[in-house]
């Protein structure tokens, strides 16, 4: 008998370490590599933050919380919701886990059955697929364009929608193409979704307060409040106050899903770290400049990047609405031969060949889903993210 479980098999490895793993073996040899695939951003988490975790500490507040988090984060968390995003969940709609990854399992886990179908709209987050696989689910990508600018249409969601559909994945704005849905375009899918009362709606929205003007962030919720009982509102303070590695992420959702997420929780992990729990507490109530300031820097980056993204030849780039990544085509550069002979046959062989021949470490478009093109976090330094972008430029204009 196999050691490793049927479902596990059929679980992907992390598709991004093929290139770290060679992004590290060329550090090793003292190798110049500039690496654009971290997830995070690259600011340290605000200092009010981590007095409050110190605090903590010291207090002695070190203990077991409630399974599914302390009472005084959910009110902290239901008063962001209610403040930014007009949302009145009440403390028993609210179930905090270790980093929104957690929420998102646990969802999954706590509501599919063998064969129920989840919706994913591709270019996907990398975890998503595998989550639906790991809680015996059946994926259902739905492939958007760059011509949509990435976005899921009203008629691809009415098509995919079947009685086998249990949930909707929507993530804006996007890992890893930084697409936002506009208000108008969240109504639009609400309007189908009305149509079809089994299918629940997962929305992510990690990436909330990365959101760059003239685009506005609209919450699935607010904007379809005839749909508020199907939706997971997703969040967490990862990305929004630099706090990755502190793991705390949240949901608001109807009652019985957010059981159904803390009994799972409670026989699993228990409680998300107590400490991380009073500094997300902070980070919630505390001063928000933090955001404001990080906000503007990314904005910078970003304008920077795709400018020079689109200077490359055979590389198309959007500008991306949200997140601290750029997602170009690399439509143009298929079929041609490197400098030194690779042939560029997908965008797997082009980020390798552009990790060997320049040193600069970005992912490839398929671990997404979303073929030909590669994903550029831009959560670096301006100086980084000028050499790296001259360096892709030099490679392109040596395709043959
Ligand atoms: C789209 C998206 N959702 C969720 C997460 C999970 O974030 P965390 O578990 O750190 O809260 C990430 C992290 O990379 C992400 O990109």
Redesign the pocket.
């Known amino acids: 008998m196999a050691l490793i479980s049927k479902t596990l098999s059929l679980v992907k490895p992390s598709p991004t370490i093929s290139i770290s793993t060679l992004a590290n073996e060329l550090k090793s040899n003292g190798r110049d590599i500039i690496t654009l695939s971290a997830?995070?951003p690259d600011f340290d988490t605000p200092k009010n933050i981590k007095k409050a975790a110190i605090e903590a500490i010291q207090t002695g507040k070190t203990k077991y919380t409630a399974p599914d988090g302390m009472q005084i984060l959910k009110t902290a968390i239901a008063k962001k919701f209610f403040v930014e995003n007009q949302l009145q969940y009440n403390e028993q709609n609210i179930s905090i886990g270790s980093?929104?990854?957690?929420i998102?399992y646990n969802a999954l886990m706590a509501t599919l059955d063998p064969g129920d179908e989840v919706l994913i709209p591709a270019p996907y987050?990398v975890?998503y697929p595998d989550m639906v696989i790991l809680a015996k689910g059946q994926p259902k990508i739905i492939q958007t364009n760059i011509s949509d600018k990435f976005k899921l249409t009203p008629q691809k969601l009415e098509q995919a929608i079947s009685k086998k559909t249990k949930w909707l994945i929507l993530?804006s704005p996007?890992?890893p193409t930084g697409a936002g849905y506009s208000l108008n375009e969240l109504r639009e899918l609400a309007y189908i979704l009305e149509k079809y009362p089994h299918v629940f709606i997962l929305t992510?929205e990690?990436?909330e307060h990365l959101s760059y003007e003239p685009f506005k962030f609209n919450s699935f919720a607010t904007a379809a409040p005839s749909l508020f009982e199907r939706t997971l509102t997703?969040n967490?303070v990862?990305?929004a106050y630099a706090m990755?590695g502190w793991?705390?992420?949240y949901a608001g959702g109807p009652t019985e899903l957010i059981s159904g997420m803390r009994k799972i929780q409670s026989q699993s992990t228990s409680n998300p770290c107590t400490i991380s729990q009073w500094a997300a507490v902070e980070a919630l109530n505390g001063p928000q400049d933090y955001i404001k300031n990080s906000l503007s820097i990314f904005k910078e980056r970003r304008d920077l990047v795709v400018s020079k993204l689109n200077d490359c030849e055979g590389i198309t780039c959007p500008l991306p609405d949200g997140a601290f990544y750029a997602y170009p085509s690399i439509d143009g550069c298929i079929g041609k031969t490197s400098k030194t002979g690779i042939k560029i046959i997908n965008d797997e062989v082009f980020t390798k060949a552009l990790l060997e021949e320049t040193g600069v470490a970005v992912v490839f478009g398929a671990a997404f889903g979303g073929s030909p093109a590669f994903r550029v976090s831009y959560a670096e330094s301006n100086e980084k993210l000028v050499s790296a972008c001259d360096r892709i430029e030099q490679f392109c204009s040596k395709l043959q």
């Open positions: 997830g995070e980093g929104g990854k957690q998102i987050w975890s993530n996007s890992n992510d990690i990436y997703m967490g990862s990305k990755t793991r705390i992420g």
